[in-house]
């Protein structure tokens, strides 16, 4: 499992792809304050990206990869 | 070939007649929208499978029809016939690679221009002529040269440390690139991940990702639709770049970045570079210039930067090589005497054996204290920046080609299959095998008999009996299986009559419509591909000789569009095939003349022969209908070549024609032929087999019912004449038949061809399924037999040919 739901946060592990976009939307949509871990994370698909992205999603922890890191902060923190 | 590559050929082949069948549907019925999804998945699937190898004319222009089909599918293109035209010389062109690549291994350089021109004329009818794209398959890669110096907007976001480090790069001759990657909006469902794809981006350093437009309220949000821009910031070659994003070169755009945009002034930007100094310095002695000095500090400090890296002792040692080339290239560029690079090598190779490089690192800073003089000290942020890069530029690779398989792991997705794709060879195999298995299982009754009779045990022999029928029963279930595995549907060979009739149609200008129908019935294999190549010549000639001009049939009263009707149904154990088409008919007259002029009969058969015999020479070897040998038909190896490929696999063929109304030709075949079901009959104590399919009936004739009209034997069955010939003497065997005790001939009543004839034999016995065997060797000569079969007790039956003997 690529992401792991927890209560009011979701932790992204190695790969998500493209099939996990729709369950994170929903998710997302659910909380009230989402929050998102992605240390485990070494890349996600564009699909997610967009979602995450879309909804102004709080990330805690960004991943260890440090360029990966930076595209990701390109995109998400504001 | 590797068997991925194979499978995609085939499959190619599969898809391109799929895909033009579809089309045809499609021109029939405008706009449908379940044909015109099927279409897309078509091309979709074979462009996405394309894709898993290189080559990316293929893939180009498969996505190009695909675009276009997008566009008419949504309607926002209208469907013309010149949609039809692009769309089906696209295929033909992707089939034209695809038996290229089949044959080759892979296809012509030269195909490239015509992909460019095939592309460009179905994005044309989208109505987006992509500059961009054109621009990009010429070059190599979509990049557009000559930057106007205007900084993208993004640019701001590019950290200043960066700026400096890149700037150092360039001025030491490296080449920096502004790729902007604007994936198309369904380009997730073509399984792309852009963001991926922006990662891999060969030498990226840096990236930026927006989004195209506002985010609409979550609601209405779809996460399948791109809207994401891609702005990366690569140190590379523009090849390189340009072939990393072949696959969408008209959504990339690739500039380099000026040295001003790095912050460079004139003075700085101008700065020589290490290669064009070391040219313009031919004089061995001369002193360095002060640039030439500046590079070569600035070259000396990255290399000790690098050897005062703290790493473990084996990453130094990995390292030193690299430091050693670069120290000496640098003496070699700057005519340093050979001593210098001796003493490099020396203290490379003694900091390699102790793993301490600090030997080199005080030589270094000798030989620059002693040769350079001082310089500017390099600012402090630029080290810093160079220790980054070298930091990671290793670790960075690691998880490139980490990342490189993860991709492989998304594409890849799984999905079960639900049909196999075998060989042929392995099912013919099996097939032989249970063949086999059906003959050695008949043996077993000839066992029981034995041990009944022979060995007077008759428990055994019921028990042997018994297992015989569950074998028996297992056997013909297998053979079931096996031929159901065998069994095609004849769609296979019609599908490919729309666009066959369309070409031929246009050429000819006859308006012509195709009924297909019972296109779901089966046959094996061998049998439909045995067919093919009749019925496409049967087509033809319709076309070309039975159908008129539109003007001519309205002159007839006829409607201005022909019919064409091809029908394939299944009658008991044969298909049948019936090509009916409402054109002039076949004139019986004209071709018993014609038969005539080219000796083909006689003139005695000239008068003689009935109208429906003579529209059945058009079947006779060397005739040929057509006055002028045309492109379609009318080679002169007509219908007598249909005829004898339907009769090679057992297959007959019947011609009705009226003057005027049409022509119906039906050609009837086995639904197999793996297993022939042969009668065993006697004559002068040997057995013959003879097929079942040539079989009427078996009937008793007494002796006092046997006319003889001049030499010929008849006599009169349930009212009708049928002539009588004698087995034995058919097969010149020296013995009168036999009657049976009640002075009655056993008679054979036999059809051949559209005569039925009675043959005299001896006994009948029992039918079998045997499998029947080609004489080989010195045997094939004997035009009598159609082969031989091995019985169940070990004796060889040998079949009959009776077309042969009679």
Redesign the interface.
Known sequence: MPIEYKKNQANFL??A???E??P??AWL?EKKKPKVDLKGC??????????L???NVKINTWPE????R???Q??LSH | MNPLLAQFLSESVEFLESIASKLMQLEKHPGDPDVMNELFRFVHTLKGNSGLFDFPEMTKVLHAAEDLMDAVRTGAVEQSEGFTDNILDAMDFVGGLSREIEANGHYAETHREEAVRIAKGLRAMIGTPETVATNAAQSGGGSSKGLAGEMPATWQ?VPQGLKRELLARVQEGETCFWVVYK?EEGC?FQGD????V??QTPG?V??????REP??P?ST?D??R???DFHTLAVSFREEIADHFRYVPDQVDIQEVPASWLGATEERSTTPRVAETTAAKAAAHEPLSEAVRNTLTQIFRAQRIILQLNEDTATKVKRLPAVCAVLLNCCKSTDQPESVARQILAHCEAAEESGDPAALLAWMEDFQASDFSPVQTVEAPLELALVETVE?ADV?EV?SA??AE??S??SG?STTAKSLKVDQTKIDRLMNLIGELVVSKNAIPYLAQRAENQYAVRELAREIKGQYSVINRIAEEMQDAIMQIRMMPVSVVFQRFPRLVRDISRKLGKEVSLVLEGEETEADKNIIEALADPLIHIVRNSLDHGLETPEVRKAQGKPATGTLTIRAAQEADRVVIQITDDGKGINPEIIKHKAYEKGVIDEETLDRISDHDAIHLIFAAGFSTAEVVSDLSGRGVGMDVVRSAVEKVNGTIDLQSEVGKGTRLSISLPLSMAVTQVMIIESDGQIFGVPMDHVVETVRVPRSAVRVIKSAQMTLLRGRLVPLKTLNTLLRIPAKPQTSADDEYAVLVVRVGTDTLGVIVDEFRETVDVIQKPMTGVLSGLQAYSGSALMGDGSVLMVLNLKEII
């Open positions: 190695d790969v792809t493209v099939e976009a729709e994170l939307l949509q070494t890349h996600i698909h564009s699909a997610n990206l967009q979602v992205m879309a909804l990869e440090e360029r990966f930076a595209w990701l390109s995109a | 976001h994936p997730f991940d852009p963001f991926f922006a990662r990226q840096w990236g930026h990702i927006e989004s985010w609409p979550i949000l996460p399948y791109c809207v994401l990671t960075g998880r980490a990342r993860d991709g792991v998304i997705a």
